[in-house]
Structure formats: C-alpha cells, structure tokens
DNA sequence: TGCAAAATCATCCGAAAGGGTGACGACATC
DNA sequence: GATGTCGTCACCCTTTCGGATGATTTTGCA
C-alpha cells in the first residue's frame, strides 16, 4: 500500500516535469495551455481509476456474506446445457490436492481458452505471476500442459 | 458502465472550462501553468480513484456456497443428452462450419490433452501433420489457441 | 504481533505451439 | 481430363508455454 502511494507521487512527478518541458519546448501551437490540462487530466485519471482498481482489487473478500444454498443438478448433462447452471467446484477435491483459489481462478480462465497474457491483464497482475500460478497448478494437478489441467480440472469437478 | 463514462465526461469537461475560467481571471501569478498542471492532476488522480471506487464497489455483495446434489433426471434435454456415453458429436455443426472427420479426431486428442507429437504418435503420422489440422481446425472454430478450440468445440457440442 | 501461507514478480532457457507457405498423391465428381 | 477436396509432410519464423529458481510483499490467523 505504501509502495502504491510513492510511485504514485515518483510517476506524477515525472509525467507533470515531462509535460512542462515538452510544453516548454512546443508552445508554438495555440490552445497549448487547454492541450496540456486535457493531456494531463486523461492521464492522471486513467491513472487514477488504476489505482482506484489496483487499491479495492482484494477488499471484496472483507464483506462477503456466504450463504449456502442447496441445488439439485441433473447428473449427466451435455455441455450446451450445462453452461447455465450454478457451477459449484468440488472444494474437497480442491482442498485435498491442495489448490488455493487463485489458482483455481486462474484454471478456470485457462480453461475459457485465454492466454497467459490475457489472463494477466484481466486480473491485473503480471503475466510471470499468471505463468507461476499455472505451474503449481499444473503441478497438483499432475498435468504437464495446460490442455491436460484443463481436462484432469473437468474430471474432478473443479472446472464446469 | 456506459454511464459512468458520460459523467466522467461531463465532469471532466465542467472542471476543465472551471479551470480554464479560474486561471484567466486570478491566476496572473508566475508559474500559473505549473499550479494549473497539478492541480488537474491532483484533481482527476482523485476523480479516477474515486471512480475506481465505485465501479468495483458494487461487486461486494453476496458470495453464495452452492451445495450440489446429483439428481438423475428422466429425459429434460432430449436428443443430445441422452447420447452421451457414447458420445455423439453434432456432425450438423460439424458440416456447416466445414470441419473435417480427421480435423475432429485429432481435436478429441487434443482436448483429452495430449501434445501435438503424442498425437502424431498415436495416429501414426507425421507432427507437421497434426499441427496443419490443428490449425485448420482452429481457424474454422475461430480458435487462437487450443484451450480456445477445445471450449469452442464442447460449447457447439463437437467435443465431449 | 509475529509467523506461515499465499500471492506477486523476475530471469533464464528450452520446449511446445502457431502462422504462413508450398507441395504431392489419392480420390471423387463432373 | 479438369477440378476440388482431403490427407499428408516440410520449412521457416514468431509467439507462447513450461520448468527451475529465487525473491519480496501481502494476508490470514494464532
């Protein structure tokens, strides 16, 4: 959390200096003043509104409320049908083999045909961390390729 | 979301022409480009976290533990369902996206997870082989990647 | 508050996969 | 006989994956 706040200010530092000096350097043009407030203001706010995500990213565990509620599913159904039910993963299995959720997670993007660099730009982490997710993954799972964690996933009731 | 996109742009335009209208009338003082440049940022940094914020905030709601029973249900999904021990593909899909019988089977290997030279193994042929079906089969799925290919097949029903 | 687990990120290297292109023979159809 | 489809194979190049290892940060819990 720290960290986030000071290449907050170190990278706000650098972007405001660097639009002086190019607007220092560029001034030629009119309108150069609205230019680089509008410049600026995309920036920081897309900055911002990163930050905002990077920052809430893991808070949603906090205030979770958990209900348990019991469904009757039919026991073979094909996979067209199958799409619309409430997936629950087997958490047993999950437990025993030894997977933590993140993993989990980032299983069942794998298994939705994303790549690693996908998958890390949708969870908003690097892709090496995606890549080190999927081997321990992998690992449990006894799978030596992302298609076989896909298919040993199925199997055990931890991928819809 | 699309909302939340017109009043960031409506809010960014207001604070912008306030700026604008401030700075021509007080701000004579040196450095005036400066102050402005950072108190936009400033401003939006703040607006982009606090739109951070809220877009992810109603994400906390309820996270619901499904407890699932198997039930054996008689005949809900007809033709496809029950024809499932052995598997049936839809060769109707199959003809109407053009994929081949050898483009399937070799796409059954690859889903159960198996790499390109186990097939080639397997089906006695040559890898270059496997890898010139697979990609055909990818380009007529639509497929990237052979997880996206294996979730495309089962969604159309052409993989078990 | 301190510790263990989990999550994050990096780097190196080799293997696997994918894209593109060209080619050749078998076979069916018209 | 010309045409078209399918299966087969090869080459080159780029991208993606996976394995191994080490490190730091965050989190959950006792």
């Known amino acids: 959390m720290k960290r986030h706040v000071l290449i907050f200010g170190i990278v706000g530092g650098l972007l405001i200096a660097t639009l002086q000096y ?72 999950q437990q025993t083999l030894g997977i933590t959720a993140r993993e989990l997670e980032i299983l069942t993007l794998v298994a939705r045909g994303f790549s690693n660099r996908e998958i890390a730009t949708q969870l908003f982490v690097s892709e090496n961390t995606v890549k080190t997710h999927c081997a321990r993954a992998y690992d449990k799972l006894g799978a030596a390729r992302r ?7 199925k199997e055990l009731g931890l991928l819809p």
Chains 1, 2 share one sequence.
């Open 147 to 153: 298609t076989q964690a896909v298919q040993r996933g």
């Open 22 to 93: 190019t607007e220092y350097r560029f001034v030629v043009i009119e309108h150069s003043v609205e230019l680089y407030g509008a410049l600026v203001a995309i920036l920081f706010a897309a900055f911002g509104i990163w930050l905002g995500l990077r920052i809430t990213r893991r808070r949603e565990t906090i205030r979770e409320t958990v209900v348990v509620r019991e469904v009757l599913v039919p026991a073979k159904v094909p996979a067209e049908a199958r799409a619309l039910e409430p997936f629950a993963p087997n958490t047993a299995r």
